[in-house]
DNA sequence: AGCTCATGGCGAG
DNA sequence: TCGCCCTGAGCTG
């Protein structure tokens, strides 16, 4: 689940459920308890989400910063609220609504002040509108790493991981051993745009879907198909499985610790 | 019951 | 580059 999209998505449905409500703040877990209970009863006054983390504004200048990581999720649900269970790391609720946390890699109350020293060390983010692709390809332009590795890359863009990496990367045909300095500008402009279309459908889905409609397997002629990560892809999790759109194998590789998938046939450039 | 794996990221070396 | 943290699903036995 969470790429950039989960997280901008996160941030709408806290404001739309929460937003100037008082709330209660709990953690049955135990692990944000202090913090909970400074928070309890005040109202969510804002939400945002930079890249793959996602801020719960109270008022004056406190911050509850979350990132899931791996592993967090999300349940979002309406009254009535269930039973809390010992995993819950940070449960939001009203009385007709509730948030729980679960797993993250980071729950944390934080001030403005380190907020802002987050934001500074993101990169640009494809769903935030006052962002563009800019300061990102200064960085590419000049880099010696791969294309791959730098789409993953935070600080170079925010928001993008292991699934639309793989597939924006197969929407340009671009081989991921590309070097950022070798990329062009268009290629590179190209990739932003489409980084932002991708990821504003993914926030309005809640899933990330890549195939363009002209290789959908009903326009392919083949049986409908979903992915097992829950949207429509086409290369990532599909190794050693035909191409969508040439047949050949879709290949594997450990890339900087994760997993990198691709046509090498249909991304040669 | 115990393993493996997963859409992340950090710090040590 | 490696080990580590967080959880849960899907296996294996």
């Given at each position: 689940m969470p790429e950039g999209h989960t997280i901008h998505r996160l941030a709408q449905d806290h404001e739309e459920r929460f937003g100037n409500h008082k709330v209660r703040v709990t953690s049955p877990q135990g692990k944000f308890e202090d913090s909970a209970a400074l928070l309890d009863g005040n109202p969510l006054t804002s939400a945002e989400a930079h890249g793959k983390h996602l801020f719960l504004g109270f008022g004056d200048s406190r911050w509850i910063h979350i990132h899931l990581g791996l592993f967090g999720k999300y349940t979002l649900g309406d009254a009535p609220v269930p039973p809390p269970t010992d995993t819950v790391r940070l449960r939001l609720a009203t009385a007709t609504a509730y948030a729980d946390l679960r797993g993250p890699t980071t729950c944390a109350l934080v001030t403005e002040r380190e907020k802002q020293a987050i934001h500074d060390r993101l990169g640009p983010d494809p769903l935030r509108a006052q962002d563009d692709g800019e300061a990102a390809w200064a960085r590419v332009s000049r880099s010696r790493t791969t294309v791959a590795a730098l789409l993953?890359?935070?600080?170079?863009?925010?928001?993008?991981?292991?699934?639309?990496?793989?597939?924006?990367?197969?929407?340009?045909?671009?081989?991921?051993?590309?070097?950022?300095?070798?990329?062009?500008?268009?290629?590179?402009?190209?990739?932003?745009?489409?980084?932002?279309?991708?990821?504003?459908?993914?926030?309005?889905?809640?899933?990330?879907?890549?195939?363009?409609?002209?290789?959908?397997?009903?326009?392919?002629?083949?049986?409908?198909?979903?992915?097992?990560?829950?949207?429509?892809v086409y290369v990532y999790r599909r190794a050693r499985q035909p191409c969508h759109i040439c047949g050949g194998e879709i290949r594997t590789a450990d890339l900087a610790a994760r997993n990198l998938f691709w046509c090498p046939a249909c991304q040669q450039r």
């Open positions: 993953m890359d935070q600080k170079v863009i925010a928001g993008v991981g292991n699934v639309y990496r793989a597939e924006v990367l197969f929407r340009h045909g671009i081989d991921p051993y590309r070097l950022g300095r070798d990329l062009t500008r268009p290629e590179w402009d190209a990739i932003w745009s489409d980084l932002v279309g991708l990821m504003r459908e993914g926030v309005r889905n809640n899933r990330i879907d890549t195939v363009r409609p002209e290789h959908t397997p009903e326009a392919m002629g083949r049986p409908p198909r979903v992915d097992d990560h829950g949207g429509e």
